[in-house]
């Protein structure tokens, strides 16, 4: 469309250029007028398209470049991200080991603490059964009946 309107633009200019041309000169042969403007419109159609084709010609290059520079960007975050992400499931899986080394040490050291705290218990109990029966011996003393001897 851009084209379209371009070409029409410079149609329109030329023709109004003819125009004054023609009024300040006087007309001149209409065949060779009109061949002298076919060429010159030819000529410079086929300039404003060589023209268009190149900038279009630099715009693709200037992308391609842009785009490798992004890709390349791209690519060198990508593999940081796929390296930190690998360091991250390689520590991750050392804190799991660990985790279970220490699961293991804790389990045994409870079930340890559950056996010793039975036996504290336990001792406990015998010691109060003890100090119990101090008690009430002191208490309840036996009384021995004096002998008389006769």
Do not use: A, H, Y
């Given at each position: 469309r851009d084209t379209m309107s371009k070409q029409i633009a410079q149609k329109a200019a030329e023709r109004a250029h003819q125009n004054q041309r023609e009024q300040l000169f006087g007309k001149?042969?209409?065949?060779t007028v009109t061949q002298d403007f076919q060429e010159q419109d030819f000529d410079k159609l086929l300039a404003m398209h060589r023209d268009e084709q190149e900038k279009i010609a630099?715009?693709?290059i200037s992308m391609t470049h842009r785009l490798k520079e992004?890709?390349?960007v791209a690519q060198?975050?990508?593999?940081?991200?796929?390296d930190r992400a690998d360091k991250i499931n390689k520590k991750a899986d050392e804190n799991l080991a660990k985790l279970e080394n220490e699961g293991g040490r804790i389990s045994k050291l409870a079930s340890r603490w559950n056996c010793?705290?039975?036996?504290?218990?336990a001792m406990f109990i015998v010691?109060?059964?003890?100090?119990?029966?101090?008690?009430?011996?002191?208490?309840?003393?036996?009384?021995?009946?004096?002998?008389?001897?006769?």
């Open positions: 001149r042969n209409p065949d630099e715009e693709m992004q890709s390349l060198s975050i990508i593999k940081e991200d796929t010793r705290c039975w036996i504290w218990l010691l109060l059964t003890f100090v119990g029966m101090v008690l009430l011996m002191k208490l309840f003393k036996k009384k021995i009946p004096v002998r008389t001897e006769l």
